[in-house]
């Protein structure tokens, strides 16, 4: 399994930044995408402009107690 871990300080609000990474709906701000298509409230796929299907399945949305943000997936 493939696994990434970013790290970014951003000045903002936390929950600002959570609704907007993780929104299905809502994901311009990925320059790499063409469309996501919602499978279920667990499941997505997202679609690169290149072409290639990424089938994703969430894991564990949640905010940890340190103030990071965790979203975890499977692919």
């Given at each position: ?13 936390v ?27 667990n ?33």
């Open positions: 399994m493939a696994i990434s871990n970013i790290k970014a300080l951003i000045p903002c609000d929950k600002k930044v959570w609704d907007t990474v993780t929104s299905l709906d809502q994901y311009e701000w990925r320059s790499d995408l063409s469309k996501i298509e919602v499978i279920d409230e499941q997505f796929i997202e679609y690169t402009k290149d072409g290639l299907q990424l089938h994703l399945r969430l894991l564990f949305p949640n905010h940890a107690n340190d103030g990071n943000l965790i979203w975890k997936t499977a692919i």
